[in-house]
C-alpha cells in the first residue's frame, strides 16, 4: 500500500464553478468588451450617436435633457446592483474539482454517554480516512443555500482539514445532513456533499477496509439534489424489483428524476412497530423542486384508474399516511398497508440462468424482454398477467420471475418454454416472409437475450398455441415409444 506522502496530488481551479437550474456547470469568464467606467455602463457606445435614440450621456455636448440625467443614472446603477444580487444567487462551487457528488452513509455509533463526542469522533475519522485515500478531497455545505455568493462572503465555507470539522452537531450537519447524535448507538445515516479526484469505484477500493471494519457504508446519492421529497409508496411493490430500469423508464417518458427506495411504510404516532408488523415497499422520491410534475405524472401511471404502466409492472401510488388529514383516508392507507404485507407475503418466485438481456432494446418502437414478459397475459384467467414482474436477481447472472400462487404451473412452463414461444409470438403476421427474414428477427428481437446453453436446450423445440404448451423432438420420441 502507498504511503499518502507519495500519492500524487491534484490541484484544483481557483475559478468557482457556477450550477445553473439544471445542475450543469460553466466556469465564471470575465468578457473582455465590458465597459470599466462609470460613464461607459451608463451610457453603451451602441445608443449614444443612434438617431431616434435621445442622448442622455451628461458627458456628451448633444445632450439636451440633462434636468433627467441624474435619474437615469441612478437607474442603471439599481440595474447594475439587480445584476450583481442576481449573480450572488448563483450557486457556485470552490474549489472545483473533477468529482464533486452528493452521498449517503451508514455510520456505526456506539453507546456513549457522550453521544456528541462519539458521533463528532465518527464523521472525523471518516473524512481522514477519505482525506487520506485522496489529498484533493474538500467537503461543501450540504445546502445550496450556502454555496452561494463570492468564496469570501460565505459563512460556512468547504473543509479541506478533518480538524475543521465543527465540534457542534448545529454546525455540523451544515455538512453533514442527519447526522444526529444518539446515545444508545446504532446505525445513522447522514448524507455529505464532498470534491475528489478519484473515480469512486477507485476511491471505494481503496477505503473498503475500513468501511468494514466500523461497520460503515456509502453510496452515491440517486438524486443529487440537497432537498428530496416522498411522493408516496407503491402498492404490489416486492424486495426483487429492479429499482434502476424503473427510474430510467419514468425519466424517458417524464423527462424528469425519480428515486425508488425500498423501505418501511411509515405508521404516524405508533412509535417503532413490531418485527412482526413491519411492511415494506417501494418509496418514489423526486427533487423538492420537480414535486409537483412528479406528483401529477405518478397519479397517472400509477392510479386506480389507471390502463398503462411502466415496464408493464401493475403498482398503485399510496400517499404517506403523515399526508393524510381525514380520518378515512388514514384508515384507507392502513388497510393499503396491511394489504402490502399479505402481497408481499403470499407472492411466489422462481430463478433461471438463461436470460441474459432483460433490458436490451432490439430496435425503436419495440419493447423489451423485461416489457415482453410482464405483460404476458395468463390463458386460465383473461386480462391477468402471468408474471408479476421479472427482474435481475440479486444472485448475479440470475433472472426471477415473481408470481401469484394460482398461476404458479402456468408461470413455471412459460419460463422453462420462452425461447420456443418467443420465436412463435415473434411471426406473429409475418409468416409469409422467407425463413432468412424470419431468422433475422429472430435473432435480432429474441436470440441475443438467452445464453447458448438456452438457445441450445430449445433446439427442435415448437410452441403449439392451441395447447398453450411446447412440444419438442424428445417429446415425440416418448410418445411413439409409449403407443
Not at 424489483?241 to 423501505?263: C, D, H, V, W
Not at 413490531?274 to 418514489?284: C, E, F, N, R, S
Not at 440479486?394 to 425461447?419: I, N, W
Request: charged content about 25%; some cysteine.
Amino acid at each position: 500500500m502507498e504511503e499518502a506522502g507519495d500519492q500524487p496530488t491534484i490541484q484544483p481551479t481557483t475559478a468557482p464553478i457556477l450550477l445553473n437550474n439544471q445542475g450543469d456547470q460553466s466556469t465564471q469568464q470575465q468578457n473582455s468588451t465590458t465597459p470599466t467606467t462609470p460613464q461607459q455602463r451608463a451610457f453603451p457606445t451602441e445608443r449614444r450617436n443612434i438617431p431616434g435614440f435621445i442622448n442622455l450621456n451628461p458627458y456628451s455636448e448633444t445632450n439636451t435633457l440633462g434636468s433627467i440625467t441624474a435619474k437615469s443614472t441612478e437607474t442603471q446603477s439599481k440595474n447594475d446592483r439587480a445584476k450583481q444580487s442576481s449573480k450572488n444567487k448563483e450557486i457556485s462551487l470552490f474549489p472545483v474539482l473533477p468529482f464533486m457528488k452528493r452521498y449517503e452513509l451508514r455510520l456505526k455509533l456506539e453507546p456513549s454517554e457522550k453521544p456528541n463526542d462519539e458521533c463528532w469522533s465518527k464523521l472525523h475519522r471518516l473524512f481522514k480516512t477519505l482525506k487520506d485515500a485522496d489529498r484533493s478531497l474538500v467537503l461543501y455545505p450540504w445546502n445550496d443555500v450556502f454555496n452561494k455568493g463570492t468564496p469570501s462572503e460565505r459563512e460556512y465555507k468547504a473543509i479541506a482539514d478533518a480538524k475543521k470539522i465543527p465540534t457542534n452537531p448545529k454546525e455540523w450537519k451544515v455538512y453533514f445532513e442527519r447526522a444526529n447524535p444518539v446515545q444508545k448507538g446504532g446505525s445513522i445515516y447522514p448524507s455529505f456533499f464532498i470534491g475528489h479526484t478519484k473515480e469512486f469505484s477507485t476511491f471505494h477500493e481503496e477505503v473498503k477496509w475500513y468501511l468494514n471494519a466500523d461497520q460503515h457504508g456509502w453510496y452515491i446519492r440517486k438524486l443529487q439534489v440537497a432537498k428530496t421529497r416522498i411522493l408516496g409508496w407503491l402498492l404490489y411493490s416486492l424486495r426483487a424489483m429492479n429499482t434502476e430500469p424503473l427510474e430510467e423508464k419514468l425519466r424517458i417518458i417524464t423527462g424528469l428524476q425519480f428515486s425508488a427506495r425500498y423501505r418501511t411504510v411509515s405508521v404516524p404516532n405508533k412509535g417503532k412497530l413490531p418485527q412482526d408488523q413491519v411492511v415494506k415497499a417501494l418509496h418514489m422520491e423526486c427533487s423538492d423542486r420537480d414535486y409537483l410534475k412528479a406528483k401529477r405524472a405518478l397519479t397517472k401511471f400509477y392510479s386506480s384508474k389507471s390502463q398503462w404502466f411502466p415496464l408493464g409492472i401493475k403498482m398503485r401510488l399510496i400517499p404517506q399516511a403523515s399526508s393524510l388529514m381525514s380520518t378515512q383516508s388514514k384508515l384507507k392507507a392502513e388497510s393499503f398497508r396491511l394489504k402490502q404485507q399479505q402481497f408481499a407475503t403470499y407472492m411466489k418466485a422462481m430463478r433461471t440462468w438463461e436470460v441474459q438481456g432483460l433490458d436490451i432494446y432490439p430496435g425503436s418502437n419495440y419493447p423489451t424482454l423485461r416489457e415482453i414478459l410482464n405483460t404476458l397475459e395468463s390463458n386460465k384467467e383473461p386480462g391477468v398477467q402471468i408474471f408479476h414482474s421479472v427482474d435481475d436477481s440479486f444472485q448475479p447472472g440470475a433472472v426471477v420471475f415473481t408470481f401469484h400462487p394460482s398461476r404458479e404451473d402456468e408461470a413455471r412452463t412459460m419460463v422453462s418454454s420462452l425461447v420456443p414461444f418467443l420465436k412463435w409470438a415473434t411471426l406473429i403476421g409475418k409468416e409469409e416472409l422467407s425463413i432468412m427474414e424470419q431468422e433475422q428477427i429472430r435473432s435480432r428481437r429474441i436470440y441475443k437475450n438467452f445464453t447458448s446453453e438456452a438457445m441450445e436446450r430449445a433446439e427442435g423445440a415448437v410452441w403449439n398455441d392451441e395447447l398453450n404448451t411446447v412440444h419438442t423432438p424428445q417429446d415425440s420420441e416418448f410418445w411413439r415409444w409409449k403407443n
